[in-house]
């Protein structure tokens, strides 16, 4: 059965995965630190933790804490920033034949921009994904929240680089459609669908929220049936390829997002439960085609739309 997605079907050559089968940022490091545990090279692509244009310390400690079936997070975007991603992290990814994509964050337009002019042409980034989910520091409103906003941040962005770039829409938008068609019609080539739900927890010890900061981003197999169903509507109402993303535990929770009209998934949290999860969801996918006769795995994109979706025509 044929794999291979096209994430950017409307750009020159395309950008061609091998398989649907993504990691997502923040849960595989810069792709190095699984090496022990997992072939990258059978991966679809990987995303790499947030990079922003200064080395970013994140959140006091605790920073993780799990729910039922979910994990909250308050990482803070921790990271070692863009200078030091280029001279330590490219030339290795540059080195790999799966595909590494940034994923950007910034307080400000400005600083997304001057993260992409930074790593726009150096070898080894393959393309980039705006994590909308960051307050924006002007307005203290989610880039991501705002269609206005999103789509003046994804232009810019759009403007310095011709490289593949995906936009990871904020599940917390009151009109996700609306931004959704406001960074399509900026530029982007395709949407990931979602990012983490805000969520909190409280210790009873201390009687006070388990993150100094307050509240975290939920993700794990409790918020698959949310973002499921914004794939599901996002997918239906925009023309562009949409990589489903929450909760993606099994082959069986994949092809729920391929036939909710994603064109690919990508797997976060339980690359921690289980490293090599993303090459097990990957054979059920095969398994899957196998056994249903299928030629082309985007025979299923979208088949529980009520119309054809991007990605699920050929
Ligand atoms: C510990 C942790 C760190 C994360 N860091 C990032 C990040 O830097 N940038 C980003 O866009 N998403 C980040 N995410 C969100 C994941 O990429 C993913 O969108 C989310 O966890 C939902 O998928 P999952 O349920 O498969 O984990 C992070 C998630 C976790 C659990």
Redesign the pocket.
């Known amino acids: 059965m044929k794999l291979a997605v096209n994430l950017a079907p409307h750009r020159p050559g395309g950008f061609w995965l091998a398989n649907p089968v993504i990691a997502?940022?923040?849960?595989f490091g810069y792709g190095t630190e699984y090496a022990d545990l997992i072939d990258r090279e059978q991966l679809g692509a990987i995303?790499s933790?947030?990079v922003a244009l200064t080395p970013r310390a994140g959140n006091p400690m605790p920073?993780?804490y799990e729910t039922p079936a979910?994990?909250l997070?308050a990482?803070g975007?921790q990271?070692i920033g863009v200078e030091r991603v280029i001279a330590e992290k490219a030339p290795l990814w540059a080195s790999w034949r799966v595909p590494v994509i940034v994923?950007l964050?910034g307080e400000s337009i400005a600083e997304f921009c001057g993260v992409v002019e930074r790593l726009s042409g150096v070898a080894g980034v393959a393309g980039f994904?705006l994590?909308v989910?960051c307050p924006n520091v002007e307005g203290g409103t989610l880039f991501g929240d705002d269609p206005q906003l999103a789509a003046e941040l994804t232009r810019a962005v759009r403007q310095r680089t011709d490289l593949p770039l995906l936009v990871?829409l904020a599940p917390t938008a009151p009109d996700l459609i609306a931004v959704a068609r406001a960074v399509a019609a900026a530029g982007a080539d395709a949407l990931?669908v979602?990012?983490?739900w805000p969520g909190m927890a409280i210790d009873l010890a201390t009687r006070r929220p388990v993150f100094p900061g307050g509240g975290g981003?939920l993700?794990?197999?409790a918020?698959?049936p949310l973002?499921l169903r914004l794939v599901y509507r996002v997918a239906g109402a925009v023309a562009l390829p949409v990589v489903g993303?929450?909760?993606?535990?099994t082959a069986a929770d994949a092809l729920e997002y391929l036939m909710a009209g994603a064109c690919a998934v990508?797997?976060?949290?339980?690359t921690?439960r289980e490293p090599s999860a993303m090459l097990a969801i990957l054979a059920g996918l095969r398994e899957f085609g196998e056994r249903e006769g299928l030629r082309d795995l985007a025979d299923i994109i979208g088949a529980a739309q009520p119309r054809p979706v991007a990605g699920g025509e050929r």
């Not at 997502?24 to 849960?27: F, K, L, N, Q």
């Not at 990508?266 to 339980?270: I, L």
Request: net charge positive.
């Open positions: 997502a940022s923040g849960t995303v933790k947030a920073r993780l979910g994990l997070n990482i975007l990271g994923n964050v994904e994590n989910s990871k990931v979602a990012n983490t981003g993700s794990g197999p918020i698959r973002s993303c929450g909760g993606v535990a990508q797997v976060g949290t339980m921690f």
